[in-house]
C-alpha cells in the first residue's frame, strides 16, 4: 500500500476569493431583482404592476430554467484552445456589452404592457 504524502491543501485562498465574489454577484442580482427591476416597471405600468412584474419574472426563470442546462451542456462539448469555458464567457461579456439599454426598457415596456391588458378585467360601457 502506497502512503499519500500529508501536503497541507493551498485552496484556502481561491476559495475565500470564489465565495466572495459569489457573494458580489448575489448581492448585485438582489438589488437589481428586489429594488431597481420593481420600480422600473412601477413607472412603466403604475396600473398593473404587480402582474407586470409577475410575467417578467416568470418568463425570466422559464427562460433560465431551459438555457442554463443548455449551456452548460453545450460548453461541456466545447473544444477550444481558449478551453471549455473562456468561449463562452467571452461571448456572454460580448453579447451584456452590446445590450442596448433602449432595447431592454422595450421589451420590459411591451411585456408589462401585454401581461397588464390580458390580466384586466375588461368594463362595460353603459349609455
Sequence with gaps: ????????VRGGRVLTGQVLVKLALFATYAAFVSVLLPAR???LDPAGKVVALA????????VTAVAQPLVGALSDRT???LGRRLPWMIGGAVIGGLADDDAARAVARATARAASSSARPT????T
Design 79 to 81: 473544444r477550444s484552445p
Design 123 to 126: 368594463r362595460s360601457v353603459s
Design 1 to 8: 500500500m502506497t502512503d499519500v504524502s500529508a501536503r497541507p
Design 55 to 62: 410575467a417578467i419574472s416568470s418568463v425570466a426563470f422559464a
Design 41 to 43: 416597471v412601477a413607472e
